[in-house]
């Protein structure tokens, strides 16, 4: 929070390219305010990458603001899912339901219906930024209650209570093929409202995990990423490695 006393200060970076923020300790009611006063003293027409880890939530107000402010972006890296992954004193499912509280980490269907109307909203806060050529945003597009119905399958959790990913579980397995569709769906609506965009990636179980999260190899809690990228004109997800 000191940072929002300090913010005048920013203006005079004024050849700013490349900024990266943690949010961690920021929550769903500080962090629109934070922005709000952050980025008018950091708009550098200069800015051309923006990586904000940890945010509460990825919703359009942030993305209209990010777009008012950074116009001339090119990358812009938001992830929400980090938050589930952080260390911590215990990753236990009663106190990982707490961090799963805090934060916005699969939207659908509380803050948007269906994965159509969140990429078109996304998509229409975006669409200022036409030089973006590559776009992160860590949200799960399976629906919230995955997570919460995953706890209480068979390997909902390991011998210690330790709450696991869906990502390994057979019964959540099931449901991938539809996941992936929705991923496909979201990627193809936001490249139609951004010409130059070349690569989009999704939070998912349901793919690569993501090199470098992290995570210990103890921890269970595995999230990867549903990257798609645009080959000629049409869209093609990005191989497992
Ligand atoms: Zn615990
Ligand atoms: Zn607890
Ligand atoms: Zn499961």
Known sequence: MYIAKECLELRRLTGLEHL????????????????????????SSKLSSLIIDMI????????????????CLK??????TERLTVERDCFCWCCFEDVLEC???????????DVGLLAQSYAAALQPLFQL????????LSEER????HMVHPDGQDSNCIATSPST?????????????????????????LPNLRQIRWSTFFDRPSPGNGLKDEMSFRIGWATFERKDESLVRALRT
């Open 146 to 149: 995955m997570v919460y119905q």
């Open 169 to 193: 579980c057979a019964i959540c397995e099931m449901f991938s093929h539809e996941i992936r569709i929705q991923e496909e769906i979201a990627s193809r609506i936001v490249f139609q409202n």
């Open 133 to 140: 050529i590559e776009l992160q945003l860590g949200v799960f």
């Open 103 to 113: 934060c916005v980490h699969s939207p659908i269907p509380d803050s948007y219906g």
């Open 20 to 43: 990266r923020l943690n949010f961690e300790k920021e929550g769903l009611q500080t962090q629109h305010p934070i922005c709000q006063r952050l980025f008018p003293n950091l708009a």
């Open 75 to 80: 990358v812009l890296k938001l992830s929400v």
């Open 56 to 71: 509460p939530r990825i919703d359009r107000t942030l993305l209209s603001l990010i777009s008012r402010s950074f116009p």
